[in-house]
């Protein structure tokens, strides 16, 4: 997942001043290390108010000066000036938000509810600027024609965004457009903050170790370590998340626990507690139709959804169209393989949600002779990561060197220098990857600065976080498959944040549509899924020989396995998230909306939406409101755009030019569709995707 950008989508307000002086406020200077990383250690709560309130008022004077600015509207004294506006506000931004995501706590979170609004007001007092909006008409009208064609694309940018940010609304209708924004932000807030503590207050406690059966002694040693953190001195426990959850449902062969562990995590956020989201998610979907039929839109996915690829939510169905009864058939046919099973060991129950994952891997080693466990040996983490590494370097020529003096803000996080094809400084790469309980959830790319080479060339800080199993002290971390899919997706987020090479900051890396911004980061988990790539990289922890061609074998096989379900609970959670946001008149209750849609899609009893409502935070917590099918779309591009890797070499230089060219390093200074042709040579079509998934 690319976790979106903190600074472009909330921007700026702040409270009360702080007693500490200006002077000893790290933000004020600027960082006292060669690639300019955050000096983390010497950033304290204290610091983050004087600086917001301090970059605030920096930024509104900015924005004053540009807007009285008496000489005629020009995109030098206008949109360069915006784009070098907000220095400080920027930079104090990057850190706190990074920080709530990755390494909250209590005091960061109180200080998140009280800016969170704030910022969002000062934000749309930029949008709804009425100067500022018609001096950048006028460069459309006047000046158009003679900028470049980046300057061109930057101006269409800025207006079609403040025309979605209610720039045309009358003045009554802005003044609900704000109210609506500051709610919006803090019902956001409160959601994010309620999943992650409904997780943490969930568990699953055994100290019967006779209730441990099927599970390996791995799986138990990191139960148990889990278990003393929580305080019990003895017993095992198992949390709510996909790290500690998916390995007992796979190997428990007590179901009753396996149902137990399972419920716990699809009624995150509707439990009868403190934390649940219920109201709040009805709350958002009601105010963003308000919004959008405020704009003159009947919905919100036709409002949001003006700003991607697929231009409607016509577009999006005629996608999702082609894939859901291909998906559900195969699906079907993976349930009748485990119904079977089920009873051919003398079992009479109905396979339910819980058991999917216990029996699917069942199936997997009858039918393929193939255990997932059997691979994770030759997936140790940090060779997998070096591997990444590896591919950029045949692909782009770029390396990448740790470096332990690099700041750092938690032991965990690694840092690297990237060098480019010529040996000079390219960015800074910081990896995040374990998880622990001041994380939020699943994984994503987000960044402390991004790249640019307007008024000086200015180099990224990318991050990647993730959410994999630490190991005990001295012990290596192993992943599974769909992790080691996981880092690859993260790092094409971290390369396409890393090569970008455009003029302006608004421009870079990924600030294209929520619709194209997977497509260079799914592209690269081609790599670790393809027999040839993993010949060579994977090899074994101990022994060091590489993967058995046999076990590459199995894994081809069953390459397509379970596509069915993993498909069917994707489009589940899409078309969940396009219902929210199509709705033209009021949801009144969260659970019966949801029970409603699922009948009328003809859900299968047996698979679960991918993500609930109350803990989808894609949607409610994220900047994917309207936009989770485009993990599709973007996926119809990564498999067409492989193809031709699969055809002339996994590292072909010209392809890899012209993947750097024109996907990795243009960001959004041009039209992103043009540019995939000049990459491929043709438009991508869904069959690729079928082809890829086995549904065809």
Known sequence: MFKISYIFLISFLILSC?????????????????FQVPNFKSIKIDHY????EEGIRAHEKEIINISKNNENPS??????????????????????????????????????????????????????????????????????????????????????????????????????????????????????QNVLKDTNNSELYISDEKELGGLSEKIKDQAKRLAKNKGYSSGWVFNPTRISMYPFLTSSTNRELREQLYKMYVNRGKNPNEFNNEEIVREMANLRLEKAQLMGFTNHAELSLQKTMAKSSNGVNALLN?????????????????????????????????????????????????DSAEVQP??????????????????????????????????????????????????VFLTDYFARPSKQGGAWMNTFRDQSNFDGRVRPIVLNVCNFAKPNDGEKAFLTFEHAETLFHEFGHALHGLLSDVDYPYLSGTSVTRDYVEFPSQLMENWIRHSDFLAEFAKHFETGKPIPKRLLEKMSSAGTFNQGFATTEYMIASMLDLAWHTIESPVEN????????????????????????????????????????????????????????????????????????????????????????????EEPNVSSLLRKRGLN
């Not at 009208?141 to 009358?170: C, H, K, P, V």
């Not at 099918?629 to 055809?647: C, G, N, P, Q, T």
């Open 18 to 34: 702080s007693e500490e002086s200006e002077m000893s406020n790290p933000f004020y200077e600027d960082y006292k290390n060669e």
């Open 49 to 52: 108010l004087p600086a917001f």
């Open 75 to 192: 995109f030098e004294n206008t949109i360069a000036e915006l784009e070098r506006s907000g220095e400080l506000l920027t930079k104090v931004t990057a850190v706190f938000y990074n920080l709530l995501s990755a390494d909250t706590n209590d005091d960061l979170d109180k200080l998140s509810e009280k800016i969170g609004p704030k910022l969002s007001a000062h934000r749309d007092s930029l949008f709804l600027n009425e100067k500022i909006f018609k001096r950048l008409k006028s460069i459309k009208t006047n000046e158009y024609s003679s900028l470049s064609s980046e300057q061109q694309r930057l101006t269409d940018e800025m207006i079609r965004n403040f025309e979605m940010n209610g720039a045309n609304l009358s003045e009554q209708s802005k003044e609900r457009f704000i109210e609506i924004n500051k709610k919006l932000t803090e019902l956001s807030i409160k959601f994010d």
């Open 322 to 370: 082609q894939v859901w009864e291909p998906a559900k058939a195969m699906a079907q046919e993976e349930i009748k393989d485990m119904q079977d099973l089920i009873q051919e060991e003398g079992n009479n129950f109905a396979l339910q949600a819980w058991d999917w994952m216990h029996y699917s891997e069942k199936v997997r080693k009858r039918k393929y002779d193939f």
């Open 378 to 427: 030759y997936l140790e983490m940090d060779t997998i990561r070096d591997s990444a590494f590896e591919l950029a370097n045949r692909l782009f020529g770029i390396k990448f060197i740790q470096k332990n003096d690099i700041p750092k803000y938690h032991p965990d996080v690694d840092t690297f220098e990237v060098l480019d094809k010529n040996g000079d400084h390219l960015g």
């Open 590 to 681: 969260t659970e019966e909306f949801e029970q409603t849609l699922f009948k009328e899609i003809g859900k299968p009893v047996e698979i679960d939406s991918r993500y609930g409502s109350t803990y989808f935070g894609h949607i409610f917590a994220g900047g994917y409101a309207a936009g989770y099918y485009s993990y599709m779309w973007s996926e119809v591009l990564d498999s067409h755009a492989f193809e031709i890797f699969d055809k002339e070499g996994l590292y072909d230089s010209e392809y890899a030019e012209k993947l750097e060219d024109f996907v990795y390093s243009s960001g959004n200074s041009v039209d992103l569709m043009n540019q995939y042709k000049k990459f491929r040579g």
